[in-house]
């Protein structure tokens, strides 16, 4: 079993439309949304949900009042401003537990606390695996790993010989939490001045966690010039240049739509993304 995931460096590159028409030409694959704080690949590939259930990945100080004795030494250690007249403010409290730890009589508790939801679903290209933080939750990168480790257990148990997951835009903690241990790494990225910025970081990343790479830059022919730019940093970076996928229209039709764009026809992007998803499983990339 491999996993394939689809990075970008920054948000709007295309990353999930090229992931969504890889969905649909995979024939025995798993898929995965680790974009857990705003999660689309569901709008593409229109999931029966299966299963669905809390997540907690973060807990929070509580303090039992009866157990309290006021001596303030809560208010003294949090670096966070939580704690004000000896109770802790859970907008503020970041669960770090060092009030917990100093409380004399033991009158502060770490509990659990619901930080988003887990869901299991099917489509009619296979099993999906995705989730959604709570607005303003912390702990993405916590699930992400979930999210992940449960694809994985779905592939196991349905015999899949591939993962294919949506990564998150940036090179913040939900990638990290994404990045590491996959077997290869597609950055799809666009011709434009911070497209080839954040390529670059989030080449960097994957290079640090020695994940292979590879680059696709999408709508490559609104600005060639830098396009040339964005091949020639994959190659210093030793990222393979795998592919380019024209500016379409037809990409926003299938968008609306919500399908993925190779079910939608055969023009000049749907053909680049076949003949992208080719490349990768004809080269031993994902065989």
């Known amino acids: 079993m491999k996993e394939l995931l689809i990075i970008s460096g920054k948000g709007g590159t295309g990353k999930?439309?090229?992931?969504?028409?890889?969905?649909?030409?995979?024939?025995?694959?798993?898929?995965?949304?680790?974009d857990v704080?705003?999660?689309?690949?569901?709008?593409?590939?229109?999931?029966?949900?299966?299963?669905?259930?809390?997540?907690?990945?973060?807990?929070?100080?509580?303090?039992?009042?009866a157990e309290c004795t006021e001596c303030g030494r809560c208010d003294e250690v949090c670096e966070f401003d939580a704690v004000h007249d000896?109770?802790?403010d859970?907008?503020?409290?970041?669960g770090c537990a060092t009030c917990?730890?100093?409380?004399?009589?033991?009158?502060?508790?770490?509990r659990p606390q619901v930080t988003g939801t887990v869901r299991r679903s099917r489509t009619r290209y296979g099993?999906?695996?995705?989730?959604?933080?709570?607005?303003?939750?912390?702990?993405s990168g916590k699930l992400v790993t979930e999210v992940r480790r449960l694809a994985r257990e779905v592939a196991e148990e349905s015999g899949a010989d591939l993962i294919l997951t949506d990564g998150s835009p940036g090179i913040g903690c939900p990638v990290i939490a994404s990045l590491s241990g996959v077997d290869f790494a597609l950055a799809v990225t666009e011709p434009t001045p911070s497209g080839l910025h954040d390529l670059g970081r989030v080449l960097q990343v994957a290079a640090h966690f020695g994940v292979p790479s590879a680059v696709c830059v999408n709508k490559w022919d609104i600005n060639a010039a830098v396009t040339e730019e964005i091949e020639h940093l994959a190659q210093e970076m030793r990222a393979a240049v795998l592919g380019r996928i024209p500016f379409d229209e037809?990409?926003?039709?299938?968008?609306?739509?919500g399908v993925p764009l190779v079910e939608r026809g055969r023009g000049a992007a749907a053909q680049a993304v076949r003949e992208l998803w080719q490349r990768m499983t004809t080269d031993g990339m994902l065989v």
């Open 90 to 94: 859970p907008r503020r409290c970041e």
């Open 37 to 65: 704080d705003a999660p689309n690949l569901h709008l593409l590939l229109a999931p029966d949900l299966l299963d669905e259930r809390p997540y907690s990945g973060a807990s929070l100080a509580v303090v039992d009042e």
């Open 250 to 257: 037809a990409v926003a039709e299938a968008t609306s739509e």
């Open 16 to 34: 999930t439309t090229v992931l969504g028409s890889f969905a649909a030409l995979a024939e025995n694959a798993v898929l995965a949304d680790a």
């Open 100 to 110: 917990a730890l100093v409380c004399p009589a033991g009158a502060i508790a770490m």
């Open 127 to 139: 099993p999906l695996v995705h989730a959604r933080l709570l607005a303003g939750a912390e702990s």
């Open 86 to 88: 000896h109770r802790i």
